[in-house]
């Protein structure tokens, strides 16, 4: 039996004011299925990176199987994935590469094309392939992020017959059913539930329900010290001025007092200050120790601006080919305003290539009726981010007040802010994207993929943001509860 073992673990970025990982421990068996879920920016592919050896913590992580990370690193993306898998496994092992990409669903046709000119979600497959095929216990880091409905469930299919792995993911039915354990990062705490999702969030619903009436418990108690502590110091103060002024005057004259009685008195009621005092202390590190860990989820809202026509845009009769594959030939598309239109497809049906002829970035044959007054908020499938924060606003054009309010809101500490954006995790860097957008007035939002490496919160934060809107939004997304939600209108390439 395979055996994981992290002891005392901890890391921390140098531009971090604060660990990622401090003294983690934790014990598994190389053969449990884990599902690894937490908010962004919680240390999920640090976790990996760790483990792979490409990053240095203190600590130590004793294990008797060797990692493979996915997604696997493809220098030369010219090669074809034939060709790759020749050079990244032994000569006398590749026939194992060819069978995992039958098993997963990725052809011929694929195998022999530039690994550039593959869809994402073909090169999911591929890198998935050849991660299994490689001996090892492989760390998968949202392999489903890239796949439509009916390559998520092929993959479910394929790992629900793997012996072992670790998975990050925030589709929850794909972690139902492919799981046997949920590992949960949570403000640098882990909770390993055995089950898959649906056993974990019955355990986190119940224990969120117990830390809520423990909260409100100490809130009482705190506002019921509050004034008890007052009024018994008041009370101290006007005991210990009798016993220095003494007790008052009668017909005129002094009263003749027992200031040792007085002194007594004084000292009873400062003590009783005191409990009261020490108790209210207790109470408040009790109820911070309590509201360290909680969020509360705020709203999202888009403000987009109104075009002045109700036909927003207008395709007619379009036509692209790429090397050996015709994506459209004579596809007609119109989008109206307050419409928000689902874009569905296969990996590799042209769903990222139809975004991009609408925002004047790739080239098509037939008509193409965009106005120039129409004001797009694009965010693509895949964009390059560095620098920080207050350049990628400037960038944009965008209040970086307000875009920074809306990454609080989105679970970024503060203290992310200073980050290069380079080093965020990849749901920090989409979640900087969506709040561009949502800071840019529009006529017309196009977003492609956006819900890739968001965790759960932030799905649900973004649906009821549209959802309330009034937005018109042309997007694609393979999360079934979203597009169930916020469609109006579909489209299947």
């Known amino acids: 039996m395979s055996l994981i073992n992290i002891e005392n673990l901890t890391f921390g970025y140098p531009d971090s004011l604060s660990p990622i990982f401090e003294n983690f421990n934790l014990n598994i068996d190389a053969e449990w299925k884990i599902g690894i879920i937490g908010e962004n920016g919680t240390g999920k592919t640090t976790l990996f990176k760790l483990l792979c050896g ?47 990409a039958g098993l997963i669903g990725l052809y011929e046709d694929a195998l022999a094309r530039q690994y550039a000119l593959l869809s994402g979600g073909e090169q999911t497959k591929f890198q998935l392939a050849l991660a299994f095929a490689a001996d090892g216990y492989p760390l998968i880091d949202e392999p489903t992020d890239h796949l439509d409905a009916e390559g998520r469930r092929r993959l479910a299919d394929y790992l629900s ?19 046997s354990h949920i590992l949960a990062l949570e403000n640098g705490k882990s909770v390993l539930v055995r089950g898959n999702y649906s056993v974990y969030a019955k355990e986190r619903d119940k224990r969120l329900r117990f830390d809520e009436a423990e909260r409100a418990k100490l809130e009482k108690e705190r506002a019921r010290l509050a004034p008890s502590a007052k009024r018994i ?33 004084a000292a009873k009621i400062q003590k009783r200050a005191g409990a009261v005092t020490a108790r209210r202390a207790a109470a408040e590190e009790q109820l911070k120790e ?69 925002t004047g970035e790739a080239e098509f044959r037939g008509e193409r009726a965009v106005s120039e007054r129409l004001k797009i908020s694009y965010i693509p499938q895949v964009c390059a981010y560095s620098g920080t924060l207050e350049e990628y606003a400037a960038g944009y054009a965008i209040d970086v007040s307000y875009f920074k309010a809306l990454l609080s809101k989105l679970g970024f500490d503060v203290r992310d802010f200073l980050r290069d954006m380079s080093a965020f995790s990849e749901g920090q860097k989409k979640k900087a ?39 018109t939004l042309l997007f694609t997304e393979h999360d079934a509860a979203f597009v169930g939600r916020v469609a109006t209108r579909f489209v299947k390439l």
Do not use: M
Not at 340 to 349: D, E, F, I, Q, Y
């Open 161 to 179: 017959g793997k012996k072992g792995f670790a998975v990050v993911s925030h589709d929850r039915a794909f972690l139902d059913g492919v799981c």
């Open 290 to 358: 309590r509201l360290k860990d909680f969020r509360e989820t705020e709203n999202l809202k888009l403000n987009p601006e109104e075009f002045f026509k109700e036909e927003l845009l207008s395709l007619r009769n379009i036509s692209v080919s790429l090397p050996g594959k015709n994506l459209f030939n004579g596809l007609n598309l119109s989008v109206i305003r307050g419409e928000r239109v689902a874009v569905s497809g296969g990996n590799g049906t042209g769903k990222s290539t139809l975004f991009k002829i609408i």
């Open 433 to 471: 994207a969506l709040a561009r957008s949502i800071c840019e007035r529009a006529h017309l939002y196009i977003w492609d993929e956006p819900l890739n490496y968001l965790d759960i919160t932030a799905r649900e934060q973004l649906e009821d943001a549209v959802l309330s809107s009034g937005a």
């Open 54 to 100: 490409e990053l240095k913590g203190a600590g130590k992580i004793y294990a008797n199987t060797n990692f493979v990370r996915y997604p696997v690193n493809i220098p030369d993306k010219t090669l074809t994935p034939s060709e790759i898998a020749t050079e990244f496994l032994p000569e006398y092992e590749d026939w194992k590469f060819f069978r995992e």
């Open 233 to 265: 110091n008041e009370w101290g103060k006007a005991a210990e001025r009798e016993k220095i002024n003494g007790s008052g005057k009668r017909d005129g004259k002094r009263l003749s007092v027992d200031k040792g009685f007085l002194g007594a008195k």
